[in-house]
């Protein structure tokens, strides 16, 4: 199907709420330890995008969705949950930053 619309010229976006875990996911028992933290407990369904390895498994999703399916974009949706986050992740200790701000001239 990505063929044909790339055949037609036109560009796929593939739209995504890309912190959403789902209930029967194959990921989940992967990243149980990576969920959100609201009022002291792991939220059911929302990843916590300030862990490294929340950073990891989205790029390396990102990857496969880019470089398997074809697709052109991602348009992603962010939830109001993460307002309401505890303001220290469970593992505050393991956050690395894996991307810096690009430099102007």
Aim: one cysteine or more; aromatic letters at 8%.
């Amino acid at each position: 199907m990505i063929e044909a619309i790339h055949a037609a010229g036109q560009r796929v976006v593939l739209h995504a709420a890309p912190l959403v875990l789902g209930k029967n996911s194959k990921t989940r028992a992967r990243m149980k330890d990576c969920l959100l933290v609201v009022d002291g407990e792991p939220h059911e369904f929302y990843l916590d995008p300030r862990l490294k390895k929340v950073h990891d498994h989205l790029l390396a999703a990102w990857e496969h969705l880019f470089g398997h399916y074809g697709i052109d974009g991602v348009w992603c949706d962010f939830l109001e949950i993460l307002s309401r986050a505890d303001r220290r992740p469970p593992a505050w200790k393991s956050f690395r930053p894996t991307c810096t701000s690009p430099t102007r001239n």
